[in-house]
């Protein structure tokens, strides 16, 4: 099925549509892993210019959604000027239209912009079609980081902007 027109805008990080579409990847955490993503959140790291937080519409619906938080060498396993992927989802009536590679090249189109020099995400390998994506966008496996840095299944990736 090809991919429908896609508008996206940057909205709060408890903007309605962002807020209905966060409780919806995590409820599929915990279809796949058994429980909530613990990584600590806070809504105010998705507020520019040190994050953003996007929803895409298409068909006039919320369809997909992803974020990116700032994060330097002052934390450990970063480097200055790295962009984190968070909560990027896709409501699964939308799912495989391409709606995931499009968010992520706006996530990093506007974190190129902002002037961050790398993207790094966290991911599992609960969520194989997610590794799939990132891998055949560039990304490739870095070090470990965040709360799942010891899990078995965690996978982190990275890729310069």
Known sequence: MPSPEVVFRAVGYHDPDAAKLIAEVQQEYVIRY??????????????????????????????VCGGWRAHDATEPRFTDGDAEVKRMYV????????????????LERT???????????????????????????????????????????SRCYGKAL
């Open 91 to 106: 409501v699964p009536a939308a799912r495989r239209r391409g709606l995931a590679r499009l968010m992520l090249a706006e």
């Open 34 to 63: 058994g429980g909530h993503d613990s990584t600590p959140v806070d809504a105010a790291e998705f507020a520019p210019p040190l994050g953003l937080f996007v929803v895409g519409c298409a068909d006039g619906k919320a369809m």
């Open 111 to 153: 974190a190129r912009a902002a002037g961050r020099r790398r993207m790094v995400l966290e991911t599992g390998s609960a969520q194989p079609e997610a590794i799939a994506l990132y891998e055949s966008e560039g990304y490739t496996a870095i070090p470990k980081f965040g709360v799942y840095r010891c899990h078995e299944g």
